[in-house]
């Protein structure tokens, strides 16, 4: 049950559509109702599709909740606000969930604004020109109904091969755009604008921010209880991917007393590395659950890879194909209609893996709470004080990473990437701290999780750690303090001590797929370099075609990890070819 609507525009309110009967005759028979229609808005959603009308002339699409964490049925006390702006900043102020918001006020002749909340639940791709178009969560379904015909954006490509990390508004297709996640889209009959309504920055200043460890996991805890027993509340039956981690048996930790049936689920690999099999087990008993396994098929052709059909850009890689691939299989059948993940678990919980924490400390605290945060560093690092000392001066001398790093390897050295559209959130006041610069940099990139993740048409994906209450909660923890004790996600830890197993909470080792990659590397090889030497890349001179002969022929050295950037690579390649 993923969301799914279509909104057709025409600012001019004439619809001269030629095809318009037929448009809506083709949409009835795929399910899809009309909801809404105002002068210049024609909204279709499937059934399952949750929606709402709004005061002044708009509606919700998807879930929202208020601030005390229930469901917001009934909105009534909305009607107060004078006017759609300021509804608008009291729902993304005071409420949270995975919704869109559609406001036209027709009996003023305002633009329609289109809000998409912070955490970005709720597809949002669009085609809008002259205020005309589409906006829609399925690009699949505009492509059937001929609003749209694929073409690939070529500079986007090159720019998404050179930043692999960055997320913009730009999308692989050309004239598609994507509303990012806290962001609105202003819709004129001669102008298209966005404004950015939602901002981390806002709660990483000092009037924000924690003090003391036992205050953040207070908050931390009530936050991620309450946002995963809410969505528990509302869905059916549950697929908990457990991992084993800290992050996924946080979220499990919190349906220990859901209503709803939890099935505790986990996936191996026929190579070492990534069989945390003993911990998730210790989560699944606390929730009183035998914990269901299987193991990823290694005997998969790179060539089997189908990103899923409303991706418009290339970010499912092969190793998301395989989970996914599994995880709807599992959610068949023990018939779960929702999945829940620990996705973005390190990024929100503050997992800084250089010296930056310490650097922060001194910054603004002083040296005596510096050096408690040296003390820290060395001990999570396993290193001496000294050398902690010093990489902390060095960190503090070199300041904030950039906030994307080009990768070239394997590109053509004449290839000239167009520059690219800077994300909102990099625009960082300028007495931010390094580490909540680099945090915030970080969480823009986690935006990418939602592109990678499919569990199939009819199942609900819940990520709790990337909902708002949760963000805002976290960044409330200062960088120092996720340190604090000498083990990373501190705060996290210290929230749900009295939950998790002791060999969960304590742990300092992750499990790695890199094994398993490298496998399925070896096994597709050969055809990888043949398809990456004749595909659309090369065509477009993209690549460096000795640079990966070289590559292809050489023997790679124990623990090299290079092969993954040529997983990246046919990532592009094959999202490409499934684009006709």
């Keep these: 049950m993923s969301y799914s609507y279509l909104a057709l525009f025409d600012a001019s309110r004439r619809w001269d559509l030629a095809n318009l009967t037929d448009i809506e005759a083709a949409l009835r028979m795929v399910g899809m109702r009309e909801r809404f229609t105002s002068g210049s808005i024609k909204l279709f959603l499937s059934e399952e599709t949750p929606c709402q009308p709004l005061p002044g002339g708009g509606f919700t699409i998807g879930h929202l909740f208020s601030h005390t964490?229930?469901?917001l049925d009934a909105i009534d006390h909305l009607s107060t606000f004078s006017n759609n702006k300021r509804l608008r900043e009291h729902i993304v102020d005071n409420c949270w969930g995975e919704y869109l918001l559609v406001q036209s006020d027709e009996r003023r002749g305002a633009d329609t604004t289109i809000t998409r909340d912070p955490s970005g639940g709720v597809p949002c791709v669009y085609s809008l020109r002259n205020g005309g178009g589409f906006i829609t969560s399925n690009i699949s379904l505009a492509t059937r109904l001929e609003l749209y015909r694929k073409r690939i954006d070529w500079d986007f490509l090159a720019q998404c091969l050179t930043y692999p990390n960055l997320k913009t508004r730009r999308t692989g297709l050309a004239d598609i755009c994507e509303l990012l996640p806290g962001s609105s889209l202003n819709i004129g009959q001669r102008n298209l604008t966005t404004d950015s309504n939602w901002s981390p920055w806002k709660f990483v200043t000092k009037e924000h921010r924690h003090t003391n460890l036992s205050d953040a996991a207070t908050d931390i805890r009530k936050a991620v209880a309450s946002v995963v027993g809410a969505w528990a509340d509302i869905d059916e039956s549950i697929l908990m991917e457990l991992s084993g981690g800290l992050d996924s048996s946080i979220v499990a930790a919190c349906l220990k007393d859901a209503r709803r049936q939890v099935t505790c689920y986990n996936l191996t690999t026929p190579v070492p590395g990534a069989d945390e099999r003993q911990y998730a087990r210790q989560m699944a008993a606390y929730l009183g659950v035998a914990l269901q396994t299987d193991q990823l098929d290694l005997d998969m052709a790179c060539s089997d890879v189908r990103p899923f059909p409303d991706a418009v850009s290339p970010r499912m890689g092969i190793l998301q194909y395989a989970v996914s691939k599994a995880?709807?299989?599992?959610?068949?059948?023990?018939?779960?209609?929702?999945?829940?993940?620990?996705?973005?678990?390190d990024t929100v919980f503050g997992l800084l893996t250089n010296a930056v924490p310490a650097a922060d400390a001194i910054r603004e605290r002083g040296l005596i709470a510096g050096f408690s945060a040296i003390r820290d560093l060395s001990l999570l690092h396993q290193c001496t004080i000294w050398k902690a000392a010093r990489l902390t001066a060095r960190k503090m001398m070199r300041g904030p990473k950039a906030t994307c790093a080009p990768d070239r390897s394997f590109l053509n050295t004449s290839l000239?990437?167009?520059?690219?559209?800077?994300?909102p959130w990099f625009d960082a006041p300028t007495d931010a701290l390094p580490g909540d610069r680099e945090r915030i940099v970080d969480l823009a990139s986690n935006q990418l999780f939602r592109d990678m993740v499919y569990r199939g048409e009819n199942r609900w994906i819940r990520m709790p750690l990337l909902s708002q209450p949760v963000v805002e909660a976290c960044l409330r923890v200062p960088s120092?303090?996720?340190?604090?004790?000498?083990?990373?996600?501190?705060?996290?830890?210290?929230?749900?001590?009295?939950?998790?197993?002791?060999?969960v909470l304590n742990r300092r080792s992750k499990g790695s797929f890199v094994g398993y990659l490298g496998a399925i590397f070896k096994r597709n090889k050969s055809q990888m370099h043949e398809i990456l030497l004749s595909g659309a890349l090369h065509d477009q001179r993209l690549l460096d075609p000795d640079a990966l002969t070289r590559f292809f022929n050489a023997e790679l050295p124990p623990r090299d990890k290079s092969f993954t950037r040529i997983l990246s690579l046919f990532a592009v390649e094959n999202w490409l070819r499934h684009q006709t």
């Design 480 to 503: 120092w303090m996720s340190i604090s004790g000498g083990h990373n996600r501190s705060a996290a830890r210290a929230a749900f001590a009295d939950v998790l197993p002791q060999s």
């Design 69 to 71: 964490f229930s469901p």
């Design 416 to 423: 000239a990437v167009a520059p690219t559209d800077a994300h």
């Design 327 to 345: 995880m709807e299989a599992a959610a068949r059948r023990y018939g779960a209609s929702s999945s829940y993940m620990g996705a973005g678990g």
